[in-house]
């Protein structure tokens, strides 16, 4: 009798109270996927007090260090990487991720929220540079992409540039989530092996994609941990997250209705 055994991933990632992205948005991927989602927190995330934006509220360091100490032991197939909200956080998660390079790792970089325009933790673009060595891939957002590589991103020469320069910091595998800066029509990605770009194009839907981001990382990680390459990883979660667009509601995107 063969015995299945359901892969298990881990979201080293922060609360969002409307649970639109963050946590609640990477084990909602996870259990679309029939993965056994695990999560370590590193914030709580609430609505502003002014009523614009978020509030970020980190989890205090020696209690984020118990949660990994906790899940030292686990066999993980994948390991996805969401907000790391200060240098303390980043650090352990760093640590952490050092002794587990048997483990494929995806880092989502959020240094910019879209829905805040003044919520940038650009202190945070140093820390994570010095992840790129470790990961196995990196999904930053344009201005993300600007903020790594110090380069600003206009046109779609400046995308591959900017994945260049981090392909040369360390990374193996980038995707830059254009969305729609490029084109109003298209939502744009970019993918870079460190040898072959690859364009991903989906048409904009006039939508609630918030949460899109966190999606689209936790779905690569979710097809990585079935043993799939980074690159049909990649492709499968472009469309993934299409679909969960497509099926959003008012807080963001939906993945129980979507089909590969």
Do not use: W
């Not at 909602?28 to 370590?40: D, I, K, Q, R």
């Not at 650090?91 to 805040?116: A, S």
């Not at 046109?155 to 900017?162: P, V």
């Not at 298209?186 to 989906?202: H, I, P, S, T």
């Amino acid at each position: 009798m063969t015995t299945i055994t359901t892969p298990k991933i881990l979201a080293i990632s922060g609360s969002d109270v409307l649970s639109g992205g963050g946590f609640q948005a990477d084990l909602a991927t996870y259990a679309h996927y029939g993965l056994h989602g695990f999560v370590a927190v590193t914030s709580i995330v609430t609505t502003a007090e002014t009523g614009h934006g978020f509030d970020i509220f980190p989890i205090a360091p020696e209690l984020f260090k118990r949660q990994l100490e906790s899940l030292e032991q686990v066999p993980f197939d994948a390991i996805k990487i969401g907000l790391l909200p200060s240098e303390a956080i980043a650090d352990l998660t760093l640590q952490f991720i050092q002794r587990h390079q048997d483990i494929p790792i995806i880092l989502d970089p959020v240094l910019v929220f879209k829905e805040n325009k003044d919520g940038e933790i650009s202190k945070m673009a140093d820390k994570l540079l010095a992840f790129l060595p470790y990961v196995t891939v990196i999904t930053p957002n344009l201005r993300e992409a600007e903020m790594l590589s110090g380069l600003t991103i206009i046109t779609l020469s400046d995308m591959k540039a900017a994945a260049e320069v981090l392909s040369n910091q360390g990374s193996r595998h980038t995707v830059i989530k254009g969305g729609n800066r490029l084109d109003k029509h298209f939502a744009r990605d970019l993918y870079y092996d460190g040898q072959v770009f690859q364009e991903l194009l989906k048409p904009v839907l006039a939508r609630n994609n918030t949460g899109a981001g966190c999606t689209f990382a936790s779905s690569i990680a979710s097809n990585i941990a079935y043993k799939q390459t980074v690159g049909t990883a990649v492709e499968k979660s472009k469309a993934f997250v299409y679909q969960a667009i497509l099926n959003s509601d008012e807080y963001g995107v939906y993945q129980h209705e979507v089909h590969d």
